[in-house]
C-alpha cells in the first residue's frame, strides 16, 4: 500500500514556480527546490518526476494565472478597447514593481524562459509558443475591434500592432529586471498608447 502524501502539492508547486521565476531554470537547484518547497529530494522527485517536470508544471502554472489575468483586461466589455491596452501596460507595470527582489523585478517566467530555453527545448517552446499565440490572438482581435471602433486611430495592420505591443510588454519585463522604476515603465506603457493613437 503506497504511502499518503504528508504535503500540500498545490503549495510546493507555487514555491517552485516562484523559484524557477526568480532564478532561471539553469540556475535552480534541486537544493534550492528543497528549501523552496520544504520537500526532501526524494519527495520532490517521487512527486514530480524530475526538475524539467517540476519546470515544466511550474511554468503551465504561471501561465495560466497570468494569461487568464491578461486576456480577462482584454476582454472587459465596459473599457473600450484602447482602455484595455491601457489597462494591460498598467498591469504589467504593477507585476513589475510587486515581483522584486534588490531593486529588479523578477521579469515574466514565459519571457525569462523563451530567452532561456526556447531554441533548445521542444517541450517548453511547445508551450510557449502556444501561449504566445493566444495572447496575440487576443491582442489582434481587441485592436481589429478598436480600429474598427474608432479608439485604436492607427491605420497599421492589426497584426502588425499585436507584435508591436507584445514586444513592448516584453521590452517592459526585461527593462523591470534591469531596475526600471514606475516612473520608466509607465513612459514605456504611454510611448506604446501613442503609437496606437497616431
Not at 122 to 133: F, N, T
Not at 134 to 163: C, F, K, N, P
Not at 185 to 195: K, R
Amino acid at each position: 500500500m503506497a504511502r499518503p502524501r504528508l504535503f500540500d502539492e498545490d503549495r510546493a508547486l507555487e514555491a517552485a514556480m516562484r523559484t524557477f521565476w526568480a532564478n532561471g531554470y539553469e540556475a535552480t537547484s534541486t537544493q534550492d527546490l528543497c528549501e523552496a518547497t520544504g520537500l526532501g529530494r526524494s519527495s520532490i522527485y517521487n512527486t514530480f518526476t524530475s526538475k524539467h517536470d517540476l519546470f515544466m508544471r511550474s511554468l503551465v502554472r504561471y501561465i495560466d494565472a497570468m494569461t487568464t489575468k491578461q486576456l480577462a483586461i482584454l476582454d472587459d466589455p465596459e473599457s473600450s478597447e484602447l482602455e484595455r491596452i491601457r489597462a494591460l501596460f498598467a498591469e504589467i507595470v504593477e507585476a513589475e514593481l510587486e515581483n522584486r527582489r534588490g531593486g529588479r523585478s523578477f521579469g515574466c517566467l514565459t519571457v525569462n524562459s523563451v530567452v532561456e530555453l526556447a531554441g533548445r527545448d521542444e517541450e517548453a517552446a511547445r508551450v510557449l509558443d502556444r501561449d504566445g499565440e493566444r495572447r496575440l490572438d487576443a491582442l489582434r482581435m481587441v485592436i481589429e475591434s478598436g480600429q474598427r471602433g474608432g479608439s485604436i486611430t492607427s491605420a497599421r495592420d492589426a497584426d502588425a500592432l499585436a507584435r508591436f505591443v507584445n514586444a513592448v510588454i516584453g521590452g517592459m519585463r526585461v527593462s523591470g529586471q534591469a531596475g526600471a522604476d514606475r516612473a520608466v515603465l509607465e513612459s514605456i506603457a504611454e510611448t506604446a498608447m501613442d503609437a496606437l493613437t497616431s
